[in-house]
C-alpha cells in the first residue's frame, strides 16, 4: 500500500515538471486553475463535507491570503507606485518576504482569522451559520475594498510577481490534499466526522465539538489563504471584486459535485467545474463557420452550464464519490 | 454514592417537568428509572449529563459537584450516555464508532495526525486494538467494518454501549437499552450488560419501560410521575405499589 | 508532441502560401456576469466595424475569435492563453474593465503578443508593457476634462460622488479632485456609492444639505441614472457632470426628465463625427441596430481598426512583434472616436468631447483636446 | 441633520424596508416547508420584473402586466420546485442548495442571452411615479403605496396560514412532512402552494423595486435576494412576522448608515450583514426564529 502510494506520488511529480515544461501555456493554465480551485475546495470540504458546518466564507479567506502574499512579495517601490488613492501605511511598505515565506503568512493569518471568527460562527448552528458566514466573506470584502491605505481599495493591486507556476500549484495540491487525508484519517477527522452525523452524540462520547470545528476551520482557512496567495501571483493582479460570493458558490458547486465530504471527489470536481467551462466554450463560438464566431448567443455556455450542473445534481444526489474516497473502494474491493 | 441528586428541579418556560427530586446511586449498582412518558426520565438524564442546567440543586458525581461543567467535561469525568433513539454516527463504520469513543485515550496532536508522526501511528494502533478487543466482548468483532447503519436494531444497541463504554466511564446512562428488542435480543442484552458491568466494575443507571428487564437487572429503582418521585425502592416492591399503578394505568388510559 | 506540432506548423505553412491566409485576432469581453452590458456594447460595436472591413491589404481575411470570461479574472486570463496557444492569434483586443485588462497583459506580454484594450482607463493597465496598448485615454485626463469645464462655466463648488466598488470610479475621483483644486474650485462632500445600489436617498440627501455648485458622478449610467432621479426628487438643483461611463441610452431612459442637463465627458460623440470613418461607422449602426451609438461600440470598433492597421503595414500581418511595433507607433489614426495618437507609454492621445442630455438626447457641447 | 431630513430618511427606510421583506417572505415560506434556502428565489423577483418590462413594451397596459407577471413568476416558482427540487426530496439538502444554485445561475444566464446585459428603463403609470411635496419632505407616491401594500400582503398572507385549511396544512408541513402525508393531505400540492405564493410575492417585490428604482438587468435579484434572505434570517427564517421584521431592520440599517454616516458609505453592505451577525450573537435563531433543527427531537 505504501508503495503504491509513493509510486502515485512520484508520478505526479513527474507529470507537474513535464507539464510545466512541455504543455503550452493555455493548457498549462487550465491545469493551474484546476489546481488552485482544487486547493481551495480541497480545504472548504473539510469544514463543509467533513465536518459538516455548512459556511460560505471561502471567498473571505481567499482574499485575505491573496492581499497578504501579494502585498508581501510586490517590492515596496511599486507599492508606491501604485497605491493611487492613498499612501500606502507604513506596515504595507514595510512588509516584504519571498514567495514560500508570503503564501505560508497568508494561510497562518486566514488562520488566525478563522480562529477569531470561530467564537461567534459556532455560536450557531445550521443555516444560521451559513449565513453568518456569508455576511463574513462579505465584510472582509468590503474591507478590502474600503480600507484604501493597505489594499490600495478598488483599483486592486497589479504587477504582483508571478512567481506561482505549476510546479507551485500542483505540489500545494498534492500537500494539501495529503494533508487532508491525514487529517480525515485521524481521531481529529471522525471527531470531525462525528461532529457532522450528530453533535450531540459526539459531545455525549466526550468530544469538545467546539474544538473539533475550529481545528477544521482553521485548517480550512489556512489552505484557503495559501490558495489565495498562490492564485494572487499566478494572476498577478488582484482586486476586491474577484472575491464574491460567487467565488464560494464555484467552491461548493465543486464538493458537492464531487462528493460532500470526499477528497478525492473533490479533485474530480475541480476537473469537471473548471476544465468544463473552458470545454463548453465551443457553444459560444457556434457560428465559426461564418467567420465571425460569437455565434448568435454568446453566454450560452453558461446557460449550458447551469443545466449540466442541474441534471448532474439530480442523477448523483450525493455527488460522485458520495462521502467516500479512493482508497475506501480499493478497501472494499480487496474484500 | 458514586451519584447523588440533590432537590434537582427542572423547569421549562414555567412548566415543572422534574419537582424537587433527592436520590443516590450506590457504587456498583444497577439502579433503574422507570415511569410513565412524559415523566421527566431523559430530562434526568440530560441534567447528569450536563446537556440540560437545572433551575435548581446539585449534581454530586464522586464526590464533586457537577454544575456548570460542560457535557464533553462530565463524559471524561466518567459517565457515559446512550441514546432514546439510537444515535450512532450513520456515515461511519462500527468500528469507527467505537474508535470516537477511544477519542481521548489516543494521545497524539493535530499537528502529529497531519504530519503522521510516529505517534499517530502508534496510538491509533493501539485505540484499534482496544476498540476490537471491547466489540469482541459484544460479539460484533466481525462486523467492524461494516457501516453502523446498515446494523440490525439489536446490534445497533451493542455498538452504542460498546461506544459509550469505549470513554471509559464509570457511570454508564443507558435510556431505554431494551426498546424495540425482541425478547431474544433483550434477554442477549441483559447478559451483555451484566457482564460488561463487572468486567469493568460499572454503576449503571437505566432509563426502562420494560418492566421484566427492570426486574431482572435493577437492584433498585425510582419511580417518577410528571417530575414527581413517587417510589424508591426493588423493583419487585415497586410493581405493587398503589401510587406507581395508579401512575400507569394513567398513563395507559392518556394513550 | 513536438514533432506533431513542428509538422502541423509546416502543413500550415504550405496551406497558406497557395491560399489568401486567414488571420486570426482574439477578443476577450465580459458577455456574461456583472459587466455584461459593456461586454454586449463592446461586441456590438465590434460587429459594425468587422462588417465594414475584414480583409487586409494583401487579400488575407481577419477572422474574429471573441470569448467570454464572464468579467472573472481568472477567466479573463486564460481566455488569452487559449486564444494565444489553441487559436494562434496574431492580436489581442480587450477587455473594458481595468481589473481584467491587467489580469490578460502579462500573459500577453510574455507570449509577445500585441494587446489592445479599447476601454480600460487605469493608467496602470499599459505601465511598463511593451506589448499592451489602449485605445482610450486614461482617468487622470478624464477627471481633468470635467474638473477645468466645470470650473470654466462657473460651478466653483462640488461634490464628488465616488462608486467604491468601481477602479474606475475611484481614478477619476482622484484626477477630478486634484484638478479641480489646481484650479482653484473647492470640494465641498464627497459620498460613496457602491454599484449594483439602487437606492441613493441617502447620498442626495446628503448632497443637498452641501449646495454644491456642481456635482462630479464619477461612476457608470445605472447608478448616475438612479441617483440624478433621486436627487431631483428631493430638490437637489446642482447638475451633474460625470464620465464616459454615464454616456449610455439608458441614462436618459432611466434617468428620464431628471436625466436632463446631465453632462458627462466621453470619447466620442455622433454630433462631432465628421469624418468619413466616423460617419459609416455611425450610419451602419443605426442601421442595424436602430438606437444611438456609445462609446464602448465606438472604442472597440476603433481598437480593431488599429489593429487592422498596424497588420496592413506589416509585410506578414501575423508576425505579431511587427504587428505590435506598428501598433505602438500609431499616429494620426483617423478612427471613429476621432485622432488617436499612441504615445511612448502606449496610451492614446486623443481629443475628449462633453456632451450634455438635452430634450431626451445626448448634445455635443464641446471637443477637448489634450 | 434636521427634522425634515430626518423624516425624509426614515420614509426612505420604510419602503426599501419593505421591498426586501416582501422578497424576504418567500424564503421564510420555502423554507419553512422544505428547510431550503431558496437561492433562485431573487431570480424569481427579476422574472417577475422582467416580465412586466416586456409585457408593458408588447403594448399591454401596466395593471395587466402586473399579473402576467405574478402568472409568469409562479409559474417559474413551481416549475423550478418540479424539475430541480422534487426530485431531490430525500437527497441531503445541500444537493438541492445546489440545484438551486443551478436554477438562479439558468435563469440569470438565459435572460442575460435572450435580452442582454444592458439595464432597461422600466416604465409605470403616472399615479405610480408622483411625487409628494409636503412641509419640505418629499415623497414620491411609491413609498407610500409600497409599505401599505406589503402590509396588506402580510396580513393576507397571515390569514392563510392560520385561517384557511392550506394554510394550516403548509404550517404543519414546516415540522413533518410525512405526517401530513398521513393526515390525507396532498403535501405536493401544499409545496405548489408555498412556491406559487412566494413567487408571486416576489414578482410584486420585484415590480416595486423596478418602479422605486426604475432600472432592470437580468442581475437584479442577486444581490437584492442576498438581502432579503439576510433579513429572513435576521427575522427568524420560517417566521413570516420575522421576514417582515427583518426586511424592515435591514432597510433601516441600509438608510440610516448612508444618511448618517456618510464617510461609511463604502461599508453600507458590510454594515447589514454586522447587523445581523450581532443579532445572531445574541439570538442564534433570528428575532422571532425557534431553532427548527433542535426542535425536532
Not at chain 2, 418492566?211 to 437492584?219: A, H, I, P
Not at chain 3, 470635467?146 to 477619476?172: E, F, L, P, R
Not at chain 3, 431612459?253 to 470619447?267: Q, R
Not at chain 3, 460617419?279 to 465606438?298: L, N, Q, R
Request: aromatic share 10%.
Amino acid at each position: 500500500m505504501k508503495i503504491i502510494k509513493l509510486l502515485m506520488l512520484s508520478v505526479a511529480i513527474l507529470f507537474l515538471i513535464f507539464a510545466q515544461n512541455n504543455l503550452d501555456p493555455y493548457t498549462v493554465s487550465i491545469l493551474n486553475n484546476i489546481a488552485i480551485f482544487g486547493i481551495l475546495a480541497l480545504s472548504y470540504n473539510l469544514i463543509n463535507g467533513v465536518a459538516g458546518q455548512f459556511s460560505l466564507e471561502p471567498n473571505g479567506f481567499v482574499a485575505i491570503g491573496a492581499y497578504v502574499t501579494a502585498l508581501l512579495i510586490l517590492p515596496a517601490s511599486s507599492k508606491i507606485d501604485m497605491f493611487a488613492l492613498e499612501d500606502p501605511a507604513p506596515i504595507i511598505l514595510a512588509m516584504h518576504t519571498s514567495f514560500l515565506p508570503a503564501l505560508l503568512m497568508s494561510g497562518i493569518v486566514a488562520a488566525v482569522l478563522a480562529f477569531i471568527l470561530s467564537i461567534p460562527v459556532f455560536r450557531v448552528r445550521g443555516d444560521y451559520l451559513a449565513i453568518v458566514t456569508l455576511g463574513f466573506g462579505f465584510i472582509i470584502r468590503i474591507f478590502a475594498m474600503n480600507q484604501t491605505k493597505y489594499t490600495n481599495g478598488a483599483m486592486g493591486l497589479n504587477d504582483i510577481p508571478d512567481n506561482a507556476n505549476l510546479l507551485w500549484t500542483g505540489g500545494i495540491i498534492i500537500v494539501t490534499f495529503i494533508v487532508m487525508l491525514n487529517v480525515i484519517y485521524s481521531k481529529y477527522g471522525r471527531a470531525m466526522k462525528a461532529v457532522r452525523d450528530d453533535e450531540d452524540a459526539a459531545t455525549a462520547m466526550g468530544i469538545n465539538t467546539f474544538w473539533i470545528k475550529t481545528y477544521a476551520f482553521m485548517t480550512s482557512a489556512f489552505f484557503e489563504g495559501v490558495g489565495g496567495g498562490l492564485m494572487a501571483s499566478l494572476l498577478t493582479t488582484i482586486s476586491p471584486d474577484q472575491f464574491t460570493f460567487l467565488l464560494t458558490f464555484q467552491l461548493l458547486i465543486i464538493i458537492v459535485l464531487g462528493g460532500l465530504g470526499s477528497m478525492s471527489g473533490t479533485l474530480i470536481g475541480a476537473v469537471l467545474v473548471m476544465g468544463g467551462t473552458e470545454w463548453l466554450r465551443f457553444l459560444d463560438q457556434n457560428m465559426d463557420i461564418f467567420g465571425y464566431n460569437t455565434g448568435a448567443h454568446p453566454g450560452l455556455r453558461m446557460v449550458v452550464f447551469s443545466i449540466l450542473l442541474i441534471i448532474m445534481m439530480l442523477f448523483a444526489r450525493r455527488g460522485i464519490f458520495g462521502n467516500k474516497e479512493l482508497t475506501d473502494m480499493f478497501k472494499r474491493g480487496k474484500k | 454514592m458514586i451519584l447523588e441528586l440533590k432537590n434537582i428541579t427542572m423547569q421549562f418556560g414555567g412548566i415543572t417537568a422534574i419537582d424537587d427530586l433527592n436520590f443516590g446511586v450506590k457504587t456498583g449498582e444497577i439502579y433503574g428509572l422507570i415511569g410513565p412518558n412524559g415523566a421527566g426520565k431523559t430530562t434526568l438524564f440530560n441534567i447528569v449529563t450536563g446537556n440540560y442546567t437545572q433551575t435548581k440543586g446539585t449534581v454530586v458525581f464522586n464526590h464533586e459537584e457537577l454544575s456548570g461543567v460542560k457535557p464533553n467535561e462530565i463524559v471524561l469525568r466518567g459517565i457515559a450516555r446512550t441514546f432514546q433513539n439510537i444515535r450512532l454516527f450513520k456515515s461511519m463504520s462500527v468500528l469507527e464508532n467505537v474508535l470516537i469513543g477511544f477519542h481521548h485515550q489516543a494521545n497524539y496532536t493535530y499537528f502529529e495526525s497531519i504530519l503522521r508522526l510516529p505517534r499517530h501511528f502508534s496510538n491509533e494502533k493501539k485505540i484499534k486494538k482496544e476498540a476490537m478487543i471491547l466489540l469482541e466482548k459484544f460479539g460484533i468483532a466481525d462486523l467492524a467494518d461494516t457501516n453502523s447503519s446498515s446494523l440490525s436494531y439489536g446490534n445497533q444497541r451493542k455498538v452504542e454501549i460498546a461506544r459509550a463504554l469505549a470513554t471509559n466511564p464509570r457511570l454508564l446512562l443507558l435510556d431505554e437499552p431494551a426498546a424495540g428488542m425482541n425478547p431474544s435480543e433483550t434477554e442477549d442484552l441483559s447478559n451483555i450488560i451484566k457482564k460488561i458491568k463487572t468486567e469493568f466494575g460499572l454503576t449503571i443507571l437505566l432509563i426502562e419501560h420494560d418492566m421484566k428487564f427492570v426486574n431482572q437487572m435493577c437492584d433498585k429503582v425510582l419511580v417518577l410521575d410528571y417530575g414527581e418521585q413517587i417510589f424508591e425502592g426493588k423493583p419487585s416492591d415497586a410493581i405493587v405499589d398503589e401510587k406507581v399503578v395508579a401512575a400507569y394505568l394513567g398513563d395507559f388510559e392518556h394513550a | 508532441m513536438k514533432k506533431i506540432t513542428t509538422i502541423a506548423a509546416s502543413v500550415a505553412l504550405i496551406a497558406s502560401m497557395s491560399y489568401a491566409k486567414e488571420v486570426k485576432i482574439g477578443v476577450v469581453l465580459p458577455i456574461t456576469g456583472p459587466l455584461a452590458a459593456f461586454g454586449q456594447t463592446s461586441n456590438d460595436g465590434l460587429k459594425i466595424a468587422y462588417a465594414q472591413n475584414h480583409t487586409l491589404k494583401n487579400g488575407d481575411t481577419v477572422k474574429l475569435i471573441v470569448l467570454d470570461d464572464r468579467g472573472d479574472k481568472v477567466e479573463a486570463a486564460t481566455a488569452v492563453k487559449r486564444l494565444i496557444n489553441k487559436n494562434h492569434v496574431t492580436a489581442i483586443l480587450g477587455e473594458v474593465a481595468s481589473s481584467n485588462s491587467m489580469a490578460m497583459a502579462p500573459v500577453a506580454e510574455k507570449a509577445k503578443t500585441p494587446m489592445l484594450t479599447h476601454a480600460s482607463t487605469n493608467p496602470r493597465v499599459t505601465k511598463g508593457k511593451k506589448f499592451v496598448t489602449r485605445a482610450c485615454f486614461i482617468d487622470p485626463f478624464q477627471g481633468a476634462i470635467q474638473a477645468n469645464y466645470a470650473y470654466d462655466h462657473g460651478y466653483k463648488t462640488a461634490v464628488i460622488v465616488t462608486d467604491a466598488k468601481q477602479d474606475y470610479s475611484v481614478g477619476v475621483s482622484k484626477a477630478f479632485k486634484k484638478a479641480y483644486e489646481k484650479r482653484g474650485g473647492k470640494i465641498v462632500g464627497r459620498v460613496i456609492i457602491n454599484s449594483g445600489d439602487k437606492d441613493f436617498n441617502a447620498q442626495v440627501s446628503t448632497i443637498k444639505a452641501k449646495h454644491p455648485g456642481i456635482v462630479d458622478f464619477t461612476g457608470y449610467y445605472p447608478e448616475a441614472a438612479l441617483m440624478v432621479r433621486q436627487a431631483r426628487a428631493v430638490g437637489v438643483k446642482a447638475p451633474f457632470i460625470g464620465g464616459d461611463g454615464v454616456g449610455f441610452p439608458e441614462l436618459i431612459k432611466i434617468g428620464g426628465k431628471a436625466a436632463e442637463g446631465f453632462m458627462y465627458s466621453d470619447h466620442f460623440d455622433e454630433a462631432a463625427a465628421t469624418s468619413p470613418v466616423a460617419k459609416a461607422y455611425v450610419k451602419a449602426f443605426h442601421a442595424k441596430y436602430h438606437k444611438a451609438t456609445d462609446s464602448m461600440g465606438a472604442l472597440a470598433a476603433d481598437g480593431y481598426g488599429m489593429i487592422l492597421a498596424a497588420m496592413n503595414k506589416c509585410k506578414d500581418p501575423t508576425d505579431k512583434i511587427c504587428v505590435n511595433t506598428n501598433l505602438r507607433a500609431t499616429k494620426g489614426y483617423q478612427g471613429v472616436t476621432g485622432v488617436i495618437n499612441i504615445n511612448k507609454n502606449g496610451d492614446a492621445v486623443k481629443s475628449g468631447v462633453v456632451r450634455v442630455v438635452k430634450n431626451g438626447k445626448f448634445a455635443y457641447l464641446t471637443t477637448v483636446n489634450p | 441633520m434636521d427634522i425634515s431630513t430626518f423624516v425624509q430618511q426614515m420614509i426612505n427606510g420604510i419602503s426599501l424596508g419593505s421591498m426586501y421583506a416582501l422578497i424576504a417572505i418567500g424564503y421564510t415560506l420555502v423554507y419553512g416547508v422544505l428547510r431550503l434556502i431558496n437561492f433562485a428565489h431573487g431570480d424569481i423577483m427579476m422574472v417577475g420584473a422582467f416580465v412586466a418590462y416586456l409585457a408593458q413594451n408588447a403594448g399591454i397596459p401596466f395593471e395587466l402586466a402586473v399579473i402576467l407577471a405574478i402568472i409568469a413568476a409562479m409559474v417559474t416558482g413551481i416549475l423550478t420546485d418540479k424539475i430541480a427540487y422534487k426530485p431531490l426530496r430525500n437527497a441531503p439538502k445541500i444537493s438541492l442548495l445546489i440545484t438551486a444554485i443551478g436554477i438562479s445561475f439558468f435563469l440569470e444566464n438565459l435572460f442575460n442571452v435572450l435580452f442582454g446585459g444592458v439595464p432597461r428603463a422600466f416604465s409605470a403609470p403616472d399615479y405610480l411615479t408622483k411625487i409628494i411635496h409636503y412641509d419640505g419632505i418629499i415623497v414620491p407616491v411609491t413609498v407610500i403605496i409600497i409599505p401599505v401594500v406589503t402590509l396588506i400582503l402580510l396580513f393576507i398572507i397571515l390569514w392563510i396560514l392560520n385561517k384557511t385549511k392550506y394554510g394550516m396544512a403548509i404550517r404543519s408541513l414546516a415540522f413533518d412532512i410525512p405526517t401530513v402525508k398521513l393526515m390525507g393531505i396532498n403535501a405536493d400540492i401544499i409545496i405548489m402552494l408555498v412556491f406559487a405564493i412566494g413567487s408571486a410575492l416576489a414578482a410584486i417585490g420585484g415590480i416595486f423595486y423596478a418602479v422605486s428604482y426604475p432600472s432592470i438587468d437580468p442581475l437584479m435579484g442577486v444581490i437584492v435576494g442576498l438581502k432579503a434572505f439576510a433579513a429572513a434570517v435576521l427575522g427568524g427564517i420560517g417566521s413570516v412576522a420575522g421576514a417582515v421584521i427583518g426586511g424592515f431592520i435591514l432597510g433601516f440599517t441600509e438608510i440610516v448608515v448612508v444618511a448618517f454616516m456618510p464617510d461609511l458609505g463604502g461599508y453600507k453592505d458590510a454594515f447589514a450583514f454586522i447587523f445581523l451577525i450581532l443579532v445572531l450573537l445574541f439570538k442564534p435563531t433570528g428575532i422571532m426564529g425557534q431553532d427548527l433543527d433542535r426542535s425536532r427531537f
